[in-house]
């Protein structure tokens, strides 16, 4: 796991590139809104949906909602 540091008010390139390029090799990225953490991965790829059940705790047999 690895943490990268954003800010609201200034979002550097380097910091949107990373988190990017974890989305694109099948990571998922943890982000915050106004009420609650949010995950991002890709739909379309089997590793990154495997890592949101193994990240959430949740067995197979749940849908995840898009």
Known sequence: MRTIRVSRSRLSARALADAVAVLRSGGAVVFPTETAYGLAADPLSPRAVENIFMI???????????
Not at 56 to 66: H, S, V, Y
Request: aromatic fraction near 0%; charge should be positive; avoid cysteine.
């Open 56 to 66: 959430k705790g949740r067995g197979a047999e749940k849908q995840l909602p898009l």
